[in-house]
């Protein structure tokens, strides 16, 4: 049986969102990178998926100043911009995710690593 993915530690930084993951990964994320990623129905049309966030609409300083976990499975953040409606969930975070090795992996392959 495979191990839930599951964020052992959230921290909001100075520059990024770091998570570190329960299988040692860490993951880091400018916070603006984050925001424009947002799934809420404010941002992503529900039935066609069409995204509605005009990127120019989000500033470019655009900070996460708090987050808090829903269950076991999303973080929520509190923007900057006073937008908090958006779930993040696990899987969708790793699969976006910023670091080198991910990158990579996702240039050969078209997944995350």
């Known amino acids: 049986m495979e191990q839930p993915l599951l964020a052992s530690d959230v921290t909001i930084e100075g520059d990024a969102i770091v998570i570190l993951w329960n299988d040692g ?3 880091p994320y400018p916070h603006r990178y984050l925001r424009l990623r947002c ?3 404010n941002c992503v049309d529900e039935m066609s998926g069409k995204p509605r966030l005009d990127p120019d609409s989000v500033p470019e300083d655009v900070k996460a100043i708090d987050q808090m976990p829903v269950g076991n499975y999303a973080v929520q953040f509190l923007w900057s911009d006073a937008h908090y409606t958006g779930l993040y969930p696990f899987r969708f975070l790793r699969s976006v995710c910023t670091c080198i090795p991910c990158n990579q992996a996702r240039d050969k392959s078209g997944t995350p690593g």
């Open 25 to 27: 990964h860490r993951s």
């Open 39 to 41: 799934q809420c129905a």
